[in-house]
């Protein structure tokens, strides 16, 4: 099984500000990877697929980068809305996925 | 806009059975790999099972195998997941998604289940 670890697991950041998150993968999984954002109580909702793809609708400013084991999604300027938990997911061996524990980002 | 609307969760006693379902539209279900994945009080996001367009193949994680069956019905535009020999750390909101494949969009907005006596 793949084992998908995110760091950090909490993070807490100022409007504005770049913040970056990181998930590695226990062995390559090319670039089969997804980005999720959740807010409390909704269901997530899909940022990035393919580890760099940026799904229609969301900003610009989030963005996606990596290949093999080690990944990021950058939030280049922070905005009140952004707030909430991040997840990644792996589909190197699709139909068999995993997801990373999760980063909760929050307001300093 | 796609939608996804999950029913069926509840209360329900350890080494009971529950029957979720999920009704999508807006989009041609009977094209589209279907899942579930589900989520335990205040912890992260643990993919339990997929379905094939026809409902020939089903995978599902190791520890649900042999106690959930995860099903279709195309006519009706609806996803089901039956569980069974329900235990506490089956606890959770289960989610239906729309499997790209690969990736998940859109969830449903997801339902409770609770095992306790």
């Known amino acids: 099984d793949i084992q998908m670890t995110q760091s950090p697991s909490t993070l807490s950041a100022s409007v504005g500000d770049r913040v970056t998150i990181t998930c590695r993968a226990s062995?390559?999984?090319?670039?089969?990877l997804a980005w999720y954002q959740q807010k409390p109580g909704k269901a997530p909702k899909l940022l990035i697929y393919?580890?760099?793809s940026l799904e229609s609708g969301v900003p610009s400013r989030f963005s996606g980068s990596g290949s093999g084991t080690e990944f990021t999604l950058t939030i280049s300027s922070l905005q009140p809305d952004d707030f909430g938990t991040y997840y990644c997911?792996?589909?190197?061996?699709?139909?068999?996925?995993?997801f990373g524990q999760g980063t909760k980002l929050d307001l300093k | 806009e796609l939608q996804l609307a999950e029913s069926g969760g509840g209360l329900v006693q350890p080494g009971g059975s529950l029957r979720l379902s999920c009704a999508a539209s807006r989009f041609s279900f009977s094209s589209f790999w279907m899942s579930w994945v589900r989520q335990a009080p205040g912890k992260g996001l643990e993919w339990v099972a997929t379905i094939k367009q026809d409902g020939s193949e089903t995978y599902y994680v190791d520890s649900v195998k042999g106690r959930f069956s995860i099903s279709r019905d195309n006519a009706k535009n609806s996803l089901y997941l039956q569980m069974n020999s329900l235990t506490g750390e089956d606890t959770a909101v289960y989610f239906c998604a729309r499997d790209v494949p690969t990736w998940f969009d859109p969830w449903g907005q997801g339902t409770l289940v609770t095992v306790s006596s």
């Open positions: 393919d580890a760099s």
């Open positions: 062995q390559s999984i090319s670039s089969w």
């Open positions: 997911q792996e589909y190197n061996n699709y139909p068999f996925y995993s």
